[in-house]
């Protein structure tokens, strides 16, 4: 890939093709939004959109990718106010339909309508420019700090998981997964006041990080064996084998489990005794409603979220080949990288 990204996008035209195109943004239609966007960012979902991994109706050829992003509205459609012209802002993903009974309760990233996302099934934020319903978009305050803001769609989506497990202050919290999800999480998490909040990750390599995050102890999954049944909430967020196995056991009995991850191949599957004999309250999270983007959105606004704390380093736009690969090659030393228009 050349040039500079000016007036480009990244285009995913089948798995592991991906070229820098010249790219002339859809003009707002009646109640959209045009975006110029500030920074995207690469995830693990991007990866298996580049790779083919991703589940079957849950990505459509050719793409731009780029759901997570911040940016500043340039233009509105009519039936849009134009007071929105020149704020930051976040966006959501999902197109949901807003009239089907799961929308209807605020469940919208359920919606029973054809999955359809921003970055899988519309063009994404791998681009200058974005267009949107301007209802998805999250106004942040004039002069937050856009870097950072970017990455608040993957806090949203672990926000839902931190409302599902409800903690209060002086539990005993741990979650499972150092990556970029599970370091939101112990943000998020200690912000509740823990008496412990465990991070469990493969080696102890992101000990200062989880740490500046609010982690009071990092652990190996072979040290969290000692633990087990230990812990009043319980986030899983690494989705690999075995992983959520893990995180029921370490929840002491009438415990909280919320689980975001979906290995491809598990190959420790959850037990059914397990969960019935401890009296576990299981919550499984997919993306995230707007009521949790709503609580990421203040919670970064409030500066209880620094997400700026996880980005390893970011990459020019046309450097998004680079950028995945070294995902994929330093993924033990690399936690976020963002693109920059």
């Known amino acids: 890939m050349t040039g500079d990204g000016s007036g480009h996008a990244v285009l995913v035209e089948e798995p592991r093709r991906l070229r820098l195109i010249p790219y002339e943004p859809t003009p707002p239609g009646p109640g959209e939004a045009l975006v ?4 995207s960012g690469i995830c693990g979902s991007d990866r298996e959109l580049f790779t083919g991994g ?3 109706g849950f990505v459509r ?3 731009i990718p780029g759901h997570e992003w911040s940016g500043t509205v340039s233009e509105v459609g009519s039936g849009v106010s134009s007071d929105l012209i020149g704020k930051p802002v976040v966006g959501e993903g999902f197109r949901s339909c807003r009239v089907c ?3 209807r309760r605020g469940d919208n990233n359920l919606c029973s309508a054809d999955y359809d996302e921003t970055g899988f099934t519309q063009p994404g934020a791998w681009a200058n420019y974005l267009t949107l ?10 002069g937050a700090d856009l870097q950072a803001a970017a990455l608040l769609e993957p806090a949203a989506c672990v926000t839902a998981a931190c409302l599902e497990l409800a903690t209060v202050p002086g539990e005993r919290v741990a979650v499972v997964g150092g990556g970029s999800l599970g370091l939101l999480a112990v943000q998020l998490l200690s912000a509740a006041s823990p008496a412990e909040m465990v991070l469990v990750h493969l080696d102890r390599t992101r000990s200062q990080l989880a740490e500046s995050c609010g982690a009071t102890m990092v652990i190996t999954a072979e040290e969290a064996e000692s633990h087990v049944g230990k812990f009043d909430a319980v986030l899983e967020a690494a989705g690999a084998s075995g992983t959520a196995s893990l995180a029921t056991r370490l929840a002491c009995r009438g415990g909280r489990v919320a689980l975001t991850g979906a ?6 599957p959850l037990s059914s005794t397990q969960l019935v004999l401890s009296k576990l309250t299981v919550h499984t999270v997919f993306g995230a409603p707007s009521r949790a983007w709503v609580h990421a959105v203040r919670a970064f606004t409030s500066g ?3 997400p700026k704390l996880i980005i390893s380093r970011d990459l020019r736009l046309s450097e998004a080949a680079d950028a995945l690969r070294i995902l994929e090659e330093e993924s033990r030393s690399t936690v976020k990288i963002l693109l920059r228009p």
């Open 36 to 39: 110029e966007v500030a920074w």
């Open 54 to 56: 991703r589940p079957e």
């Open 61 to 63: 050829y050719p793409v």
């Open 101 to 103: 009974s799961a929308c």
């Open 133 to 142: 319903p301007a209802h998805l978009l999250h106004v942040l305050p004039g």
């Open 263 to 268: 290995p491809a191949d598990d190959r420790q």
């Open 304 to 306: 209880v979220l620094d």
